[in-house]
């Protein structure tokens, strides 16, 4: 189940919601978990056991690592946990992938291994690394030991944030979890943050989704210059778009049951470094890596060779995350390998200098790399760089068969608030506390989210794109 689904808008969350108002604290947990379970099962059915036993297997971990916390076991405990937690991620999502890639290397040996056809549940990554974190940060002291298993269930399998995060840790929820409120302010909040969110997902990502898979799955005699840069930007705000709009539809409902989600993303096409780019973009997992990976490794502590291998693994190992193929892995090294290169002196002064080259530069490094991300396999990266590096390859297919007039006046809608035009018109509108411009917001407020169920209702192209990861 996804958030654009009627049954969704008009049957689940209304349900959660009244339940949420009117419920007693415990029920309200319990009923909040079965639902969560059903959306779950809704997409995934019998997966869904998988899903239990997660919850039930870190449950228990979480109590062994706290009673062997300061031990001489304490380590092994934890060494332990995350051991089955990342085994159970790699049997569904690298297994196949792994054989894939051995199987080369053993074939002329006679020792090939037969293929595997194993199912990725949705989300699993997502659900992996929020159990991960809870069962450090209890090892470490900083958050108290769950003692009931129906809180810590919900807290990994809530639906809002379960498939395609943020990625929520344990101590950003403790407080909600064993006891919250349902304001009015806060709620109405909410309830905007889901509305923007969903017409992001499906005025603008949809619509850009047609011009981007259209160019994307031209074959690469076909694939003009003028073209590929029409997909690749098409490409470019669609994912922002999608992935964005999904973290705030899944803010905007904890908004409204009650629960304080961090933010995901912050303008990150305004960033004047990938530095700052991986400060902006998927904040919930960039922190995640940079918590749980990347400074216990050492960090930038340790001298330039040994910094410049931390960011080689933790961005290798950010874009096998992302997905088991080699063309996420190279979409992860690529981002690593500019992130060390910002760290030479002459670099790095060079960005701090001249600030609009640092937007370019940016905007140049992170369109390259989604080549990586969006084509399938090496070999149609390759043909899609030649025909966006290369004029004159291709034939002369119009543009226009690709960017009519709907997908040319998104592309300025999708450029326009992809910098902070929106933030700093609500604030203005706040600081006015006119009664006729508050009631016109909630009026195109209104609008907005009739057309993105018009949108719903005409479309049945309505994918999610982090769903997969």
């Known amino acids: 189940m996804i958030f654009t689904e009627p049954a969704f808008l008009f049957l689940l969350l209304p349900l959660a919601l009244l339940v949420n108002f009117v419920g007693g604290h415990r029920f309200r947990n319990l009923f909040l978990l079965g639902l969560s379970l059903l959306f779950y099962f809704m997409g995934e059915r019998g997966f869904v056991l998988l899903m239990i036993m997660s919850c039930g297997m870190n449950y228990g971990l ?38 894939e890639s ?24 997502f659900f992996t690394f929020q159990a991960l974190s809870y ?6 002291g900083k958050i108290p030991v769950e003692r009931k298993w129906s809180d810590l269930a919900l807290y990994i399998s809530l639906f809002p944030q379960l ?16 006891q919250r409120s349902v304001r009015l302010g ?20 949809n619509t850009l989704a047609v011009t981007a898979d259209g160019i994307f799955a031209l074959a690469p005699e076909q694939l003009s210059t003028p073209l590929a840069w029409i997909g690749l930007l098409a490409y470019a705000f669609q994912i922002y778009y999608d992935f964005s709009g999904y973290s705030d539809m899944a ?37 995640w890596f940079r918590d749980y990976l990347y400074i216990p490794l050492g960090g930038n502590r340790k001298g330039g060779p040994r910094t410049a291998f931390n960011l080689l693994l933790v961005f290798f190992l950010c874009g096998l995350w992302h997905g088991a193929s080699w063309n996420f892995v190279i979409w992860g090294l690529f981002h690593g390998a500019f992130l060390m ?37 090496l070999a149609a990266s390759r043909s899609f760089f030649q025909a966006l590096l290369l004029p004159g390859k291709g034939s002369p297919i119009q543009p226009g068969l690709y960017l009519d007039a709907l997908s040319l006046a998104v592309f300025c809608v999708a450029f326009i608030f992809s910098t902070p035009v929106y933030p700093l ?11 006729v411009l508050q009631g016109v917001y909630v009026m195109g407020l209104l609008a907005v989210f009739l057309l993105s169920l018009s949108q719903i209702a005409a479309n049945t192209y309505n994918p999610f794109i982090y769903f997969r990861f």
């Open 62 to 99: 979480g109590r062994w690592v706290d009673r062997q916390r300061g031990l001489p076991m304490g380590q092994r405990v934890l060494a332990l946990s995350v051991a089955l937690n990342l085994g159970l991620l790699g049997v569904f999502k690298y297994a196949s992938f792994l054989v």
């Open 102 to 125: 051995i199987n080369p290397v053993l074939a002329p040996l006679g020792w090939a291994l037969p293929p595997l056809d194993i199912h990725l549940p949705i989300g699993i990554s």
């Open 135 to 140: 069962l450090v940060d209890v090892y470490r």
């Open 163 to 178: 498939i395609a995060g943020p990625i929520v840790r344990y101590g950003d929820l403790v407080r909600e979890l064993h």
């Open 186 to 205: 806060p709620f109405v909040a909410g309830v905007e943050r889901f509305i923007l969110g969903l017409a992001k997902k499906t005025i603008i990502a």
């Open 251 to 287: 803010i905007g409902i904890g908004m409204m049951l009650g629960f304080r989600f961090p933010e995901n993303f912050n303008y990150p096409y305004i960033s004047r470094s990938m530095s700052e780019f991986w400060r902006r973009w998927h904040i919930s997992l960039s922190t």
């Open 341 to 377: 290169l910002e760290r030479v002196g002459v670099f790095h002064r060079f960005l701090s200098r001249y600030a609009s080259l640092g937007l370019v530069y940016t905007w140049v490094v992170v369109l390259f790399s989604w080549v990586f991300f969006r084509c399938e396999t």
């Open 425 to 435: 018109l609500r604030s203005k509108l706040q600081r006015s506390r006119t009664p």
